[in-house]
């Protein structure tokens, strides 16, 4: 336990602490992000709750599952630039761009931190002292504090590595913050769905103040939404894209896998989602015969392996596989009795 | 020259076509025929890195296990069960006899099939996807972690280039269809479904 009262990983007891320090990167470089959290530019001068006059408050329909963690996120461009939308599955941020979000139980615990720098995207982490008064940066490596308000009594905070892993999976890596998260056509059964707030910016409200360019006219009066065939199975899909796209899709480095859970809301229409799940898994379901997995069978929850994989918290077969250590109960009731309902022959 | 001396030097100089004619280290593995140069390097890294002692089964000789080469760096095989591990106070290791599963405080981790095969090896990966994995110690460079006692930490001190022809090498090496089996908890850990709150 050092100063801050932080224990670094290899310090714990656990076994899935082990884990932590053996997955982590080698020796740590030094952060160019300031050590304080006030220091970042995230709250007006003098306070540490007041959001600064160019900072922009936002919500995603389908949030990304963070152990029931309350959330909040903040995003600011330079003055004087804009998002470039003509890739309209994969803004372009410009430099200077920060993104924060902020992780909360009661108390605020940790806020992540994000910077488009020129040469790439820079990753860090905060850590909410008990009094609330100030927010350190983590080490690059990551860290675990003793924290009995947070399930299996402990607070692990990301490495460096780890937010990568997360981020850089598609040509963007500013995840929640996209044309169909920030859609007007929001989605009323969405998991863990929350209303924005009055003053938090939408699709429609980045465009009107020219802070969002290139992007579809269309979609100014019809703003995009998930195509399905009913509410529930729109919720599954918008859950699927929010905590599981990132990774599992058609343009980044795990595309070889044919795994595609990110609604590309151009396409709106395509059935490829479901295609992709219905494929045979390399991952084998226990009790299942080799080589006879399923990522998804209709009608089958229990022989369906994404189900199976999000209903566990075993590091080595648990999706996803960081940043989570307690199942998402709802979610995997409503994936359960949609993978339940799905008609034999699908995909529809 | 002191009859001291003499006594040194006469040893070493006899020792010297001794050691001239030692016969050179034979090859640890066949080398594949009609490599390119970088995977004729990748070839060369794979085996002083030690990659078949855990990626390659074993077959029992009168001196103990011997890698078996017609299932060269295929893993785990699938047909050998491993039961848990036993617990002895002082001891944190413990390895089967085909050398291919490990047991200990990270649960059962079996060596994986890093031939070419495209359901049960890298047939499916990239060259990023492996390059990543070395990188970060976690599965295609974003998924699970790579377990113990995969050094990974230290393959990746490897260079963009060694890396890479390493990577050449496996692409050529014979596809074998093994699917070896998940990692396992440890005993005690969370199961499945257990940790909802």
Redesign the interface.
């Known amino acids: 336990m050092n100063a801050s009262g932080l224990s670094s990983p290899l310090r714990t007891s656990s ?1 899935t602490a ?3 320090v ?5 020796p740590a470089t030094a952060s160019p992000l300031p050590q304080h959290l006030a220091e970042t530019g995230l709250y007006a001068d003098g306070t540490l709750t007041t959001p600064a006059r160019d900072v922009l408050a936002y919500t995603p329909q389908y949030p990304l599952w963070s152990d ?1 963690a309350t959330k909040r996120r903040w995003i600011r461009l330079p003055r004087g630039t804009f998002i470039d939308a003509r890739d309209a599955d994969a803004w372009s941020f410009p430099v200077g761009t920060r993104v924060w979000k902020e992780f909360s139980r009661g108390t605020r615990r940790e806020t992540r931190l994000m910077v488009h720098t020129r040469s790439g995207w820079v990753y860090g982490t905060y850590r909410w002292t008990d009094d609330g008064a100030d927010a350190l940066l983590v080490p690059a490596s990551g860290a675990v504090a003793p924290d009995p308000g947070w ?1 299996g009594g402990s607070y692990v905070f990301p490495s460096e ?1 780890d937010c ?3 981020h ?2 598609r040509p963007t890596p500013v995840l929640g913050f996209s044309a169909l998260q920030l859609s007007a056509d929001r989605d009323p059964e969405a998991v863990h769905g929350e209303r924005p707030d009055p003053g938090m910016v939408e699709l429609r409200t980045l465009v009107d103040r020219r802070l969002l360019r290139g992007l579809p006219a269309s979609w100014r009066t019809r703003p995009p939404r998930i195509d399905a065939s009913t509410e529930d199975e729109r919720a599954v899909l918008g859950y699927l894209h929010g905590n599981c796209g990132q ?1 599992h899709n058609a343009r980044g ?2 595309a ?3 795994l595609d859970l990110w609604i590309d809301p151009a396409r709106p229409h395509d059935d490829r989602i479901v295609r992709s799940l219905l494929a ?1 898994s ?3 379901i226990p009790g299942e015969v ?2 006879e997995s399923r990522r998804l069978s209709p009608g089958a929850p229990e022989r369906s392996a994404i189900l ?1 994989r999000m ?8 999706m996803p ?1 960081v940043a989570t ?3 998402d ?1 709802e979610a995997t009731r409503r994936i359960e009795r949609w993978i339940h309902e799905l008609p034999s022959g699908s995909p529809r | 020259m002191t009859r001291r001396s003499m006594c040194i030097l006469v040893p070493l100089f006899l020792a010297c076509p001794v050691l001239a004619a030692t016969p050179p280290v034979p090859p640890f593995a066949p080398s594949l025929p009609n490599l390119s140069p970088e995977a004729r390097r990748g070839e060369h890294l794979v085996a002083i890195g030690g990659c078949h002692d855990c990626h390659t089964p074993k077959t029992f000789g009168p001196q103990g296990p011997v890698p078996d080469m017609t299932r060269m760096l295929s893993g785990h095989p ?1 047909g050998i069960q491993v039961s848990g591990a036993p617990t002895v106070p002082g001891w944190i290791v413990f390895v089967n006899d085909s050398l291919t599963a490990h047991a200990g ?3 059962t ?1 079996f060596s994986a099939n890093l031939t070419p095969d495209t ?2 090896g890298l047939g ?3 060259e ?2 492996f390059i ?1 994995a070395m ?14 006692p995969m050094p990974w ?1 230290v393959v ?1 001190q490897h260079s963009d280039a060694e890396l890479k022809a390493i990577w050449a090498y496996l692409r050529r090496v014979p596809p074998i269809r093994n ?1 070896v ?3 396992r ?2 005993s005690g ?5 257990a ?3």
């Open positions: 076994w082990l884990i932590l053996l997955s982590s990167t080698a029931g399930p590595q990568r892993s997360c850089e999976g990774c480095p795990l070889s896998l044919g045979r390399r991952f084998r080799a080589r199976f209903l566990t918290r075993d590091p080595a077969q648990q596989p250590r307690v199942v109960a | 699938e405080p990270w649960g981790s359901e049960t499916g990966w990239t990023q996807n990543e990188r970060t110690g976690r599965h295609m460079g974003r998924g699970r972690p790579i377990l113990p930490i990746a699917e089996p998940a990692p908890p440890p850990a969370a199961t499945p479904a940790t909802t709150r």
